[in-house]
Structure formats: structure tokens, C-alpha cells
């Protein structure tokens, strides 16, 4: 089942969602990952460690290092891992209001973290653009 590839059918259809969670990123030497208690949303192996991100209350439990805390909001739209422009017109329309943001594509959605502390503004933002069609 592939996903939705059209720029204005993605823009116009997503529906964000912000999860009330906290999440942080964390490296860890593989070797460290498997003694631990954590469930992570994800990992992602690197050269030079694994990241790791996961809920900022597990990282805390299990004394891991991260710096800042992160919002995850999902856009509730099948988009097709081919699509074109999509993140890139989401990630600039958030640059223009200086978000930051670090994007996980996953099969089904695509993923946003952005500072907890700008979570509302960036939500807002998303909603914006699904009013207008691309250009």
C-alpha cells in the first residue's frame, strides 16, 4: 500500500498531532543499549554510537546525558516515502519562524521534534499551512 505523493493533497489533508510526551536524543556505545530498562521510539545506528531517542522520563531514570527537550508531533497522513517537497516546505515554514526541528519518516507518517518550549507555536504553524495549498 503506497502513501499519498501529492504536495497540496499532503499539505491540505495532514492533521498534526502532538504527543504529551517529552522525548530526548541520546549516543550510547551499543554495548551500554542492551543492560538497560529503556523502551526507545527509536534507534538509529551511527559510526560513531547509537542514538537513541525515548522518553525523557526513561532517560532520566537510567541517568543517561541529553541536552534539551524535545515535542514529537505527527501528521496523520499516509505520506508516500517518495513524496516530493513535502518536509521541506514543513521544515522551512517553521525555519521562517525559528523552529527547529529534527524529522523521523517513518512507513505510514512522518515524525517532528521540536523544542518542547515551542511545541504550541509549531503546532500552530502546521495547522496554517495545511489551510493554504503548495505553491
Known amino acids: 500500500m503506497s502513501g499519498i505523493k501529492v504536495l497540496d493533497k499532503l499539505l491540505k ?5 502532538l504527543s504529551s510526551e517529552e522525548y530526548v536524543f541520546c549516543s550510547l556505545e551499543e554495548s551500554a543499549f542492551d ?3 529503556i523502551v526507545p521510539l527509536m534507534t538509529f545506528k551511527e559510526e560513531e554510537g547509537l542514538t537513541v531517542i525515548l522518553e525523557k522520563k526513561q532517560a ?3 541517568n543517561l546525558s541529553y541536552s534539551g527537550s524535545w515535542a514529537k508531533i505527527t501528521l496523520n497522513i499516509h505520506s508516500d516515502l517518495e513524496a516530493v517537497g513535502f518536509l521541506a516546505k514543513i521544515s ?3 525555519a521562517e ?3 527547529s526541528v529534527n524529522v523521523v519518516s517513518a512507513y505510514y507518517h512522518d ?3 521540536v ?3 515551542q511545541a504550541p507555536k509549531a503546532l500552530a504553524v502546521l495547522e496554517d499551512l495545511s489551510k493554504f495549498k503548495a505553491r
Open 13 to 17: 489533508e495532514m492533521t498534526p498531532s
Open 111 to 113: 515524525h517532528l521534534f
Open 35 to 37: 543492560p538497560l530498562r
Open 97 to 99: 519562524r525559528g523552529i
Open 60 to 62: 532520566e531514570a537510567n
Open 92 to 94: 522551512t515554514a517553521l
Open 115 to 117: 523544542p518542547s518550549h
